[in-house]
Every structure is written in structure tokens, then in C-alpha cells.
């Protein structure tokens, strides 16, 4: 269906392009340029009934016509199973704005424009939807049915006998019910309300399809709303009930209450220094009293290792220390002989510990915010940091003496992890109960993460710095490959000393970029840069195993075994890019005209994304054959903190910088 001009900002966007609005509570609204559902995630109200987890969709989309005097025309349109689309709203559709929210600018053949926006009130589980005509003339009525299921968001849901059309009227509201242990439906809007119950059957999603999923879905629709935009704009509020007491006050208009939430919201969202930071805040939400960081949208909640990566961009680099510590702090709380757990799941707080890295990578995140607040105060940072500062003493200390799966320091210095069957690492994806890149023995960027823990934590203690220089030692020694002029991924694997895994992946990256302290300097540092960059470079990621290796797959297609199966055997992965571009600009000597060069390289093709999948954010993963197709989430937390942590801190010139 061709590109969709944004006039205002000169840029172009695919109409399967995608947009998102957070809540900040884990809910949100997310949809395409052109309107239609690829996704099953796709929705107008999806809400998280135990902040950030327990989503539910409520609202799943709409169908929407003007009926002018010369006739009836489209706003919208659906897709159907045998690939039917229709109506036809999409042809009406002549521009789209993304910020400061999701803006559309329909032309009607008979020269009526209209103007659709939609936004996400911060902290709350509401949107907003408005219509108005700015060019036209004589009768203009809206009319819009809505889809509604009240289903897991994981889910699809299906004609049933089961789902309540019932609309109960209140104080000017309405309150729709479909499902008992599901959050009601408020509606304000301006609109006459006409009571149709129907089902609309076989809506097809393509994205589901690509991914081998279950792709159709029936859903309910109770009636139609009927706006007059001849003599006003049409306003409709959707809040999941609970939510809708703090901005609808009984017997305020939708109309007024919509400019309060309005004037709100674009104040809120003018004080965000760029479109980068706006996008960086939707990542950030509540969990309980405190904050935690979603991993990704659609699917992902909050994950150890991805939270202590993204806040690096998303928090520290951004200047939002506060919310940094809120987050490290309640994390903190969840060590456990040694370990922080990589996850907690949707349902139940029961962690799951089944990460090496997690607990390393949060170590390195402490040590980030501890130095971004002596930078800003001018002096060490006190209050609040003995949490800190014990939970990575308990870190160390368990990882040290040994603790779950093999974790412990071997007699080189090194840190052995694993068991046979069982994946710790960032690869960590499996088929059938079997571990596709299980890694087991003392994998690279393992070493980099546990060396640099001990150089953080020697101002503890002398045996700190003791272990980072014999680890140090070894390391070197131990994981230089004459053969491919790079390092080994894995050394002493499955637990037999001497062995190697000489694969060529970009976990090696680690040594010289990415954490605070390198352990490769000179030639050999240089030689891995060139090595990631020759085989695993690709535009705005890194490649997860080099082209020609055993076990290669450069598309990641297909149902959920064959994608797990390609996911780290050459996917590629944009997080990656931000380690490496820090160590290409650390081997050409940190200077000025080497980050004016890796900005011109490197982040001007980041920008460039920034258009074609998530609107504003960054992919998780892209194939790693050309033409590199955006794949997995297209909202992912630390695809994008890695971009703001090179944007403002790796790549910031000195004249930047001033």
C-alpha cells in the first residue's frame, strides 16, 4: 500500500509501521500506521491488572465511517481471514504524526478532511481517541463501532455464549462487563450510544501468521457511537474501571475532561529534552511503590539482565538517577545466595534464577549510577547506597564460594558456570527442553562481566583486586586464538579443562567495549574489533554467529522451534551495537574525530530505523542475511538504551559535551 508522507518531520513510514502509547503502569495502546491489526497485541486498551503484569486486552480496535452527503467513507480498516481487507480507510489516509502522540490525516473524496488522534494518559489505564473536521463543510457524522474481548493478551478470543453486550449507564457513563475476573469497560464520550450487540468473526493477524502462531480471533461488539463533527470534535474515553474516577469527575463532559487530560499530557511530554527520551519512558514503570523496567512491548514484562542493561541508557544516561536507584534498590532486595533471578514471571512472584550474567550485569549498573551521581553532586554518593553496595558484597561473595548451577570461581580466577541441558546466558534459547547455545564451561563475555565486577569492588577489599589480576592474567593467556585472531567463546567447555569453542560470536566484544573496564588493550584489541566487525557486523547490529559457521541460520522465520533454533545462530541483535561501537571508538583511540566517524557509521543508520518498525524505538533482533529484516520485538528496552547510551555518553564530542 506504499509510504505514508510525514509532512511535518520529512520523514517516511511504512504503513505496517507501529506505534506505541505506555501507560507507565505496564498497559498500553499499540496499533499500525495504517490502522490495521497485525498483532494480537494490537489493541486500544490493554492494561496490566498487577502492575506491570496480569495484562488483559479490553479494547481490541474499532471500525469507523463519516457519513457526509456524499456518502459514506471509511476511517479504518480490518483484516479478514483469506486476507480480505476492508473497509477501505487506509486509501483515505494522506499523512501520519507520530509525536508527540499517534496523528492521522484522512482526505475524503469529496474533499472532507479529518483529523484522528489517540493518546495514553501517564499512570493510568485510559486513551483517548478524538476526531475533528478541518476541512469540509454541511453534515459530517462519525459513526464507530468498537471490538471488545476482555482475554489474557497472550491470548485470541472466540465467538462464546459466555460475553455480556449489557451496557449499564452511569452518571453519564457507560459501563460495559463482558467477563466476571476481567476489568469493566468506562466509556465518556460525546456521542450517542445505539445498543447493536454483534460479533465480528475471523479477524486474521499477519504478524501471528509469520510467526507460526494461531493468527484469527472473533470479537464482540456492542454497539455504535455517533459523533456530529459538523459541530464538534468527536471525543471517546476508554478506561479499564478503576481507573476512570481520577480523570472522569462525575458529571464533567468527556469533552472537558479530554482537555484536562490533554493540556496534562503534552505538558508532561514537552519537558522530555528529545523524541529519544520520550521513547526511553516508556520502558520505566510502576511496580508497587517503586519502579521497574519493562523489557520490551508487546509480550516482554520486567527481566533481570535486560533491566540492568537498558537502565545504563534509558536511566543513567538520561539523567534519571532517581529512578535508577528505585529500581537497583528493589532489585537488590532479591539476592539470593548470590544470585539475582532473571525474571518474574506474570503470574505469581515466585523469581526464577537461571541466569550467570543477571547478577554481573547489575554490578556494572551500580557501579554506573554511583559514578553518574558523584558526576552530578561533586562527591561520593551516601544516602540510599548501602543496599547497594551489600547486595553486590553478597554477589561477589556467592559467586565466589560457588552457588546454583556451577557458578563459582575455579582455581585460574575464571568463573565456571553450567550444567548439561541448561543455558545461562544472554543465548538462552531452547527447543524442546534442549538448550540450542547452552555454553557451558567459562563463556567470554561471562569473563568480562565477572573481571569487571572485581574491579568494581576493590575499594571493598584487597581480595578483590587480587582476583581481578589473576583473572585478568588468565584470561589473557587463556583465550587468545592464534587461528581465528580473535578469542574463543567458551573455554573449558562442559566442565573439561582445556577444551574450546572457537566460534566466532560477538560476545568477545565485551573485552574491549561495552563495560567500564577493558581487558584487552593494543593489537589483540584491535584484532577482535576488526574480527566483529568483518564477519558480525551488519547495519545497526551485531550478528550472532559468523556466516559459514556450523549451525548458521540467517533468517529468523518460521514457527517458535525454528525461530528458538535461529535465535542466537546468526539473528542479530541492535543491543550489540552499542558495546561495539564503544570498543571501535575505544581502539582508535577515544578521539573526537573517532566519534564523528562512528556517528556518521553507526548511529546515523540507528536514526534511520527509528522510522521503519517501532516508531521512535529499536528492534530486539533483525535477520542476519540482507536486505536484515526488523524481527521479534519491535519495542525492545535495551535495543534502545544502548542508542541513548552512545547518542549522549560514548559518542558525545567535546564540543557536545559542552
Not at 582476583?467 to 567463546?489: K, N, Q
Request: proline fraction near 6%; glycine fraction near 10%; charged fraction near 20%.
Amino acid at each position: 500500500m506504499g509510504r505514508v508522507t510525514v509532512s511535518n518531520m520529512g520523514l517516511r513510514f511504512d504503513r505496517s509501521a507501529e506505534w506505541l502509547e505506555a501507560d507507565g503502569l505496564g498497559g498500553f495502546a499499540s496499533g499500525t500506521v495504517d490502522g490495521i491489526r497485525t498483532r494480537r497485541y494490537h489493541a486500544l486498551l490493554l492494561t496490566a491488572t498487577t502492575p506491570p503484569t496480569g495484562r488483559v486486552v479490553l479494547v481490541n480496535g474499532f471500525d469507523a465511517a463519516l457519513e457526509t452527503a456524499a456518502g459514506s467513507f471509511a476511517l479504518s480498516a480490518q483484516r479478514y481471514r483469506s486476507d480480505v481487507v476492508s473497509p477501505d480507510g487506509p486509501s483515505h489516509l494522506v499523512d501520519f504524526e507520530p509525536l508527540p502522540w499517534p496523528r492521522w490525516h484522512f482526505r475524503l473524496p469529496d474533499g472532507t478532511a479529518i483529523e484522528h488522534e489517540l493518546f495514553v494518559p501517564h499512570g493510568a489505564a485510559l486513551v483517548a481517541l478524538t476526531w475533528r473536521r478541518t476541512a469540509g463543510a454541511g453534515a459530517a457524522q462519525l459513526v464507530l463501532r468498537p471490538f471488545f474481548s476482555g482475554r489474557d493478551y497472550h491470548a485470541l478470543h472466540h465467538e462464546n455464549d459466555a460475553f455480556r453486550f449489557a451496557a449499564q449507564e452511569r452518571n453519564g457513563r457507560l459501563a460495559f462487563h463482558p467477563y466476571d475476573g476481567v476489568p469493566g469497560v468506562i466509556v465518556a464520550s460525546n456521542a450517542r450510544y445505539e445498543h447493536a450487540p454483534d460479533w465480528y468473526r475471523g479477524f486474521l493477524y499477519t504478524q501471528e501468521r509469520i510467526r507460526g502462531l494461531d493468527d484469527e480471533e472473533d470479537l464482540a461488539t456492542p454497539g455504535r457511537f455517533h459523533f456530529d463533527l459538523a459541530t464538534e470534535e468527536g471525543v471517546l474515553l476508554l478506561a479499564a474501571e478503576g481507573h476512570d474516577r481520577a480523570v472522569l469527575a462525575p458529571g464533567a463532559s468527556a469533552a472537558s475532561a479530554l482537555e484536562l487530560l490533554r493540556s496534562s499530557e503534552r505538558r508532561r511530554r514537552r519537558r522530555f529534552p528529545s523524541p529519544l527520551h520520550q521513547s526511553a519512558s516508556a520502558y520505566l514503570v510502576r511496580r508497587g511503590a517503586g519502579h521497574t523496567l519493562i523489557a520490551g512491548y508487546p509480550w516482554f514484562t520486567d527481566w533481570g539482565r535486560d533491566t540492568f542493561i537498558a537502565l545504563r541508557g534509558l536511566c543513567l544516561a538520561t539523567g534519571q538517577l532517581e529512578i535508577a536507584h528505585d529500581i537497583l534498590v528493589q532489585w537488590a532486595e532479591a539476592v539470593s545466595d548470590g544470585m539475582l533471578p532473571n525474571r518474574f514471571p506474570d503470574h505469581g512472584d515466585t523469581p526464577e534464577f537461571n541466569a550467570v550474567d543477571a547478577s554481573l550485569w547489575f554490578v556494572v549498573a551500580v557501579h554506573e549510577y554511583r559514578a553518574a551521581v558523584e558526576a552530578r553532586s561533586g562527591s561520593r554518593p551516601a544516602r540510599g547506597q548501602q543496599p547497594l553496595v551489600e547486595a553486590v558484597e553478597a554477589i561477589l561473595a556467592g559467586y565466589t564460594k560457588g552457588t546454583r548451577y556451577g557458578i563459582a570461581c575455579d582455581d585460574d580466577g575464571l568463573l565456571r558456570a553450567g550444567q548439561p541441558g541448561l543455558q545461562l546466558t544472554w543465548m538462552d534459547a531452547r527447543v524442546d527442553g534442549r538448550a540450542i547455545t547452552p555454553r557451558v564451561g567459562k563463556p567470554v563475555e561471562v569473563q568480562a562481566l565477572w573481571l569487571n565486577a572485581l574491579r568494581i569492588a576493590a575499594p571493598l577489599g584487597p581480595r578483590f583486586e587480587e582476583g581481578f589480576r589473576r583473572g585478568l592474567d588468565a584470561f589473557r593467556h587463556r583465550f587468545w586464538s592464534e587461528a581465528t585472531g580473535c578469542l574463543y567463546d567458551v573455554v573449558d567447555v562442559d566442565h573439561v579443562a582445556g577444551t574450546t569453542d572457537a566460534s566466532v560470536r560477538p560476545n568477545q566484544i565485551f573485552s574491549v567495549g561495552g563495560l567500564p573496564f577493558p581487558l584487552l588493550e593494543g593489537p589483540r584489541a584491535r584484532q577482535v574489533v576488526e574480527a566483529v566487525e568483518r564477519t558480525l557486523a551488519v547495519p545497526i547490529a551485531l550478528r550472532s554467529l559468523a556466516p559459514g559457521s556450523p549451525g548458521y541460520v540467517g533468517r529468523y522465520e518460521g514457527g517458535p522451534a525454528a525461530r528458538d533454533a535461529a535465535y542466537h545462530q546468526g539473528t542479530a541483535w541492535p543491543w550489540l551495537l552499542g558495546p561495539f561501537v564503544e570498543a571501535w571508538v575505544r581502539v582508535r583511540g577515544s578521539t573526537d574525530a573517532a566519534r564523528i566517524e562512528a556517528r556518521i557509521c553507526f548511529l546515523e543508520p540507528l536514526h534511520r530505523h527509528l522510522c521503519e518498525a517501532g516508531l521512535g524505538h529499536v528492534s530486539e533482533i533483525l535477520d542476519g542475511e540482507a536486505p536484515h529484516t526488523p524481527r521479534g520485538c519491535p519495542f525492545q528496552a535495551w535495543s534502545l538504551g544502548e542508542m541513548l547510551r552512545l547518542e549522549l555518553g560514548v559518542l558525545a564530542t567535546a564540543g557536545s559535551r559542552a
